[in-house]
Each structure stands twice: as C-alpha cells, then as structure tokens.
C-alpha cells in the first residue's frame, strides 16, 4: 500500500489534478483545473453542456490525454511518465493500465458487452486481468450482482434488459474489480425518467458505504442529497465549488446562479414555484 | 457433343478439382489471417505504419491477379525468390485477398462502439484482450456476409493459377480439350465445377450467417447451466 499525500486536514487525497489543461485543436476545453479529491468524498460536477465536466472527469482516467498540468491517482502521476529532461511521454499501455488500477468507470451508454451474459460481462475482466478461475470469477460476479438486485439476471442477455438493469450492471462490472475510486460520466442521462431512481439509488448505497466518487450529472437532486462537494463548471473553468447545500442556496457567482434558475424552471410542474435560488432543491 | 471425354479423364479431373479446393481453402486461410493482421496494425501502428500498409494495399487493389502472380512466379527469381507453381500460387492469392479482407476487417473493428472498448480499458483489459474478446467476437457477425462474398470470388480467381502451371480444373480441363478437340464439352464442365464451389461457398456462408445471426440476438448459445460449486452461496 503506498503512502498517500495528505491534505492539509490530514485526509487521503485519492485523485488530483493540478493545473490541467485539454485543448481540442485550438479550442481549450478545459482551463486551469485544480481538484483535489479525498477517500470517501462525493464530488458532483455540474455544469451547462459544453462546459466540459464530461471531458474533465474522461480526462481524470486518462480516457482523453490532457494537455497541461497533472493528474495524480492515489499519488501516481497518470498517463505520463517523466522523460529525460523534464519532458513527458504517454505512458506505456501496461503502466497506464497499473496506474488506474483501483479506478472504475460507468458511462452514460453503460457500454455492456452484447455479446455476454450479464455475469460474463461481470466475470470478464475478473479472468482475464485478475486472473481469477471462472468458478471464482462466477462466484464474486454473482455476489456483486446480488449487490446491484440483479442476481436473477446473471444468465441474461444485456439488450434484454431495461436502460437501468443495463446500467446497474455496469456499476456491478466495475465494483467486482474492487475499485478505490468510482467516475460516473452521467450515469442516468439516456434512462427514461423512471428508471432513474434505481441507478440513483444503487450509487446513494456505493456512497454510504464510503466508495470515493466522482459524478458528473444532471441530476440535481442527488448532488444535493449525496454529494459532499459540488463543483460547477462552465466555458472549461471550475467557476465555483463547495457543499451543496451551501452552493444551491447561496450561489456566489452569478453563473451558476442563472443556471439553478434555468434548471428549476426546467424542472417545476407549477408556475408558482419559488424561481429563486433554489431553495426547492 | 460428347461428354465420354469427361468420363475418359475423370480421374485426372476429380485430382484438378480437388486441387482447385485446396489452393482455395489454402489461399483463404492466408488472405484471412494476413487480413486481419494488417487490419490490426492499422488499428494501432503509428503514422509511418499505416501509410505503407495503405500503399500496399492500393498498389494490390490497383493491378490485376494475373500481373502479381506472373511477377511474384516469374519475376521472383531476379529477387532471389524461387517458387514452385503451388507455393507461388498460394501466396499469390493470399497477398491478393488479404488487402481485401484486411478493408472488410478494418469496417468491422470500426463498427465496435468506442465506448465499449472504453469500459473495457478501464476494466484494465489488454488491447489484445480487447481484439480478442470484446471486437472480434461482435464483428464477425457483422462482416461474414462480405466476407463470405469475397471467399467466392478468391475462389473464381483460381483459374489465373492454371497459367503458371498449377494442375487445378482448369489448367486440367483445358488440357483434355487441347487434347482431344472437345473444347465445349470441357468448358462446360470447368463451369460445373466452379458452379459447385461456389454454391457449396455460398451454403457454408448461409449456414454460418444463420448460426451468427442466432448467435447475436442469443437464441443458440444459451448461457452455460451451472455447475454447483458455481452458484454463489
């Protein structure tokens, strides 16, 4: 077990970038980003669209290669190693693949496997990369489905299964390997409104149970009920972060301040809603 | 007409025909796997790479079988490259179809969802483990229909062997007509017989299209039954 740096309040800092960059040709996507993020936290990033939360948490599992700055995974500088003088090179697959080893992922199009049962897309990288025997990959597949509620789909074909059955799979594919820290690239984006709740749900647990998570979302209500610390980005820049109640209720910038506004008149049944900052939350 | 010619040769014509199914078989089995090499490169090899592949593969697109295998038969000495007519006629047909599976390969990799190839490196899989296990398996359900289109035209390219001397139908069935004058009854056999492959080619394909069909909406291979010790307590 390596030795984490600490934060000045003496926490384990499991996922840092420092002064990170992306730029996409000539168009800077993300600008200056600094985030530091400890074990267990909950951190939710919300942001317009193109604001560049998606690219900032891609960027965070080396899924798009920075440009500038650092990331560091439980102290590890990801995707770069240092070269001779000073200058850096992507890093070779295997060390890229050993650097983000205790990281996992849920996307927003799940991305199972279609042609694998659900316990084989679970039992997959249990073989293959942990090289763990069938039996015993089935067996830990089976316990983390059971995790998720899906026990009794182990045997099923992933199209068969609802947006939400898919997308708690994902999670259990992701949990079985035993992560550290857990990125969810707006996992309930493409569900149909009802099925929301059960993804949600199985993250609130993840949660509770101390994974370190970040989350990028639209989904402000689980910001507001499970995240510890809300960042809210907008044009590549973090412009404002913090607990959320503190962040919904008192918005220091008028940025996001328009934004709750356009969200809670997006998401109000009645005109007589309270419009203002977001006390409905 | 008078097709005793045929009887009169028929074991002659049986070993053309065998031997017409070999080099077919042969030469689809190397097309295929240096097909799918040179599409895996291209997948991951560097600039440099991928423009020399994509040479080769215009410069074989661009010029006929019969020029490439004369050069490879006959110009293959002047590079000290000295073939029997079978060994030439196999590689021949191999570098010819393989820039052609190697396309029909490369629009399989790209039709995989990069998103799943995501979830898989984040999974910490290899990229072979990738290509192996998580493209292949999806692609070539998607692609047999072509590929099993262009094993049956390698298999009509077959006859350009016969000109450097390999003793396939054609090569025989042309003979026995020089031979003995019956020049119709020959060059209607020679179409009955690759009517055979073929139609054989194309039943194969079917058979297979259907299996992989079943296969992708998961009607044939119904997961494993469990053995005891595997079901989690």
């Known amino acids: 077990m390596s030795v984490l740096p600490l934060t000045k309040n003496g926490h384990e800092v499991m996922l840092e970038a420092r002064g990170m960059s992306k730029r996409f040709g000539e168009h800077t996507v993300l600008r200056d980003i600094s985030l530091s993020i400890q074990r267990s936290e909950v951190v939710c990033l919300i942001g317009p669209s193109g604001s560049g939360k998606s690219t900032l948490l891609r960027s965070l599992a080396f899924l798009e290669a920075y440009d500038d700055g650092e990331v560091f995974v439980e102290g590890e500088l990801l995707g770069y190693d240092r070269a001779q003088g000073g200058r850096r090179v992507i890093s070779r697959p295997a060390r890229l693949r050993e650097v983000r080893r205790n990281m996992g992922m849920v996307f927003q199009q799940f991305n199972l496997w279609p042609h694998m049962s659900v316990a084989e897309n679970v039992m997959e990288a249990l073989i293959r990369g942990r090289r763990l025997s069938r039996a015993k990959a089935r067996k830990l597949a089976l316990e983390t489905l059971e995790k998720v509620g899906l026990v009794d789909k182990a045997d099923a074909w992933p199209n068969r299964l609802s947006g939400g059955q898919q997308q708690r799979v994902a999670i259990a594919r992701s949990l079985a390997m035993s992560p550290a820290i857990m990125l969810f690239d707006e996992p309930t984006s493409a569900l149909d409104p009802e099925l929301v709740g059960e993804v949600l749900q199985v993250m609130k647990h993840l949660a509770e149970e101390g994974m370190t998570m970040v989350v990028v979302t639209h989904e402000m209500g689980f910001a507001a009920q499970v995240a510890d610390r809300v960042v809210f980005l907008d044009g590549g820049q973090i412009v404002e972060q913090g607990a959320p109640a503190k962040l919904f209720r008192e918005p220091s910038s008028p940025r996001l301040a328009q934004f709750l506004k356009n969200y809670l008149e997006r998401n109000s049944l009645f005109d007589d809603r309270p419009a203002a900052n977001g006390t409905c939350l | ?233």
Request: charged share 10%.
């Open chain 2, 1 to 233: 007409m008078d097709f005793s010619v045929l009887t009169e040769h028929a074991g002659e014509i049986g070993s053309g025909f065998l031997m017409t199914l070999w080099t077919w078989i042969g030469g689809v089995a190397l097309a295929l796997a240096a097909g799918l090499v040179i599409a895996v490169i291209q997948l991951s090899a560097g600039p440099w790479i991928r423009g020399a592949l994509r040479c080769y593969i215009e410069v074989i697109r661009a010029t006929p079988f019969l020029v490439q295998l004369f050069l490879l038969y006959y110009g293959g000495p002047s590079f000290g490259l000295s073939l029997s007519p079978m060994a030439a006629g196999l590689i021949g047909l191999g570098l010819y179809g393989s820039v052609y599976f190697a396309e029909i390969f490369r629009t399989g990799f790209t039709s995989i969802p990069q998103g799943q190839i995501e979830a898989a490196q984040m999974l910490g899989l290899t990229s072979r483990q990738i290509v192996c296990r998580v493209q292949i398996p999806q692609m070539l359900v998607l692609i047999l229909p072509a590929l099993v289109n262009f094993t049956t035209i390698l298999g009509k390219e077959t006859p350009v062997l016969s000109i450097i001397t390999v003793p396939e139908l054609t090569f025989v069935l042309t003979g026995v007509g020089a031979e003995t004058f019956a020049y119709v009854e020959t060059l209607l056999a020679l179409c009955v017989g690759y009517f055979i492959l073929a139609e054989l080619c194309s039943r194969l394909g079917q058979w297979l299209e259907r299996r992989a069909s079943l296969y992708l909406t998961q009607g044939v291979r119904t997961p494993r039954t469990l053995k005891p010790q595997e079901t989690a307590a």
